[in-house]
């Protein structure tokens, strides 16, 4: 039976609210990087570190996490996840040196990227599957409204209360996340899972119903493709407007502000997009702008340009909101959709984690603005193989001699003959 359309409240209550604190959080340590710095007597580069040191916890705790949701369900994530992140930035306001925040830091992305995890399953239960788009549309949307908003309230919380205030702060909102998560009722629907077997097995991508098997492998490089889009605008826009061009910092943060209006308002149209025309009409588009913004970029020298280029990644962005991860739980079977959404998002962390040196490499040997360039045909190969290869999974949209819901659920069981 199909879960019922979630009261908006209740939505609100257990879902969005706390997204938006703990996506805040996460950008309101950006602008308080020179304080810790300063406060911990270490060079701006190395304090940079603290973002490395939390983009390693998400990216190892992708895979367990994926285990755990499929055993045991989304409630015990969201509660770990919130419980690691208020008791790592409690540990950070109290932090004797430098190593201590870099190692708290650590484990805060473990816990951020943990309970966001969670949440995400919470999210997809609550919903039938011909409302996903609009679904994560939405809370992908409320988490960039929440990244906004943080580097800008975490700039006036340091030089009011200094870093260390900043942790106490953001660690109270996430015990705020922690009692949210406690009182929020599991709604995870049952998996037909052996207890004995292995927590995280590889082999489920065998699991898969063999007519997406592709797809899905698809949506592993254009992940992979859309955070290296991510972190390579947020480490090469600063470069390329103030060391290239000789631009303000000010204006480089009202680009990014651009940018977030424009992924801000996509919110609702993604949604509909992919609910009524279909995934790919999502996800597709999104590589295709990805791929004229990093083109055009070299060629953005005036202040007029650079905003219509970053709208452009703002759109990207918001086509991309949920994009990779609805199409996912569309093509996966229920009992190990935990783990094959984990093991596709672990490919995107470790985009994300090599872009940022592999385009400071690039910047210095040629310019930042060339930097751009090199990453571009990573969005055309996404576009090519979504619109060429990739076969569409929101129901009604499928072609003749798709498998249905039921038959994706059940997995590659369901067409292997039977033995004997």
């Known amino acids: 039976m199909q879960p019922a359309r979630p009261p908006l409240l209740k939505a609100t209550l257990f879902i969005y609210l706390p997204s938006m604190l703990m996506s805040m959080g996460q ?12 406060e911990f007597n270490v060079s701006p580069a190395l304090a940079v570190q603290v973002i490395t040191s939390q983009l390693i916890g998400r990216t190892a ?22 419980i690691l992140a208020t008791v790592s930035t409690f ?102 899972r052996r207890t004995s077997a292995p927590l995280f097995d590889i082999r489920a991508v065998r699991e898969i119903h063999p007519y997406y098997r592709v797809t899905y492998l698809i949506l592993f490089y254009t992940t992979f493709a859309q955070f290296i889009r991510g972190q390579v605008t947020n480490v090469m826009l600063p470069l390329y407007v103030q060391t290239q061009l000789g631009y303000s910092a000010s204006l480089t943060g009202v680009l990014f502000t651009a940018a977030g209006v424009a992924t801000f308002l996509m919110i609702v149209p993604t949604g509909i997009i992919s609910d009524k025309l279909g995934r790919k009409w ?57 783990q094959l959404q984990a093991l596709r998002r672990g490919i995107g962390e470790v985009g994300a984690l090599t872009s940022p040196p592999s385009a400071a490499l690039i910047a210095s040997a040629f310019t930042p603005g060339l930097a751009f360039l090199f990453f571009a045909p990573l969005h055309v190969l996404s576009a090519l193989l979504i619109f060429g290869v990739a076969r569409e999974s929101l129901q009604g949209k499928r072609k003749p001699g798709a498998p249905s819901s039921q038959e994706i659920d059940e997995g590659a069981s369901s067409v292997r003959p039977q033995d004997g």
């Open 61 to 82: 705790s992708m895979l367990p996490s994926g285990a755990i949701v499929d055993r045991f369900g989304a409630k015990p994530l969201m509660i770990g996840g919130s």
């Open 91 to 192: 540990a950070a306001a109290m932090a004797p040196s430098f190593t201590v925040i870099i190692v708290t830091q650590f484990f805060w992305g473990i816990g951020m990227s943990t309970w966001m995890f969670g949440r995400e399953v919470a999210a997809v239960d609550m919903v039938r599957r011909e409302q996903r788009g609009r679904q994560m549309s939405a809370l992908m949307g409320i988490g960039s409204t929440g990244m906004a908003f943080g580097p800008a309230l975490g700039g006036v919380l340091t030089d009011l209360i200094g870093v260390r205030g900043l942790f106490f702060v953001y660690a109270g909102m996430a015990a705020v996340v922690l009692v949210i998560s406690l009182a929020h009722r599991e709604i995870s629907r049952p998996r037909p």
């Open 27 to 38: 950008g309101m340590i950006i602008p308080a990087l020179p304080a810790i710095a300063r």
């Open 282 to 338: 999502a996800a597709g588009p999104a590589a295709l702008l990805s791929t004229v913004a990093f083109v055009a970029f070299p060629l953005a020298t005036n202040i007029p340009l650079l905003f219509a280029v970053m709208c452009l990644v703002g759109l990207a962005n918001g086509l991309a909101m949920g994009a990779m991860t609805i199409y996912t739980y569309d093509v996966v079977p229920m009992h190990v959709r935990g």
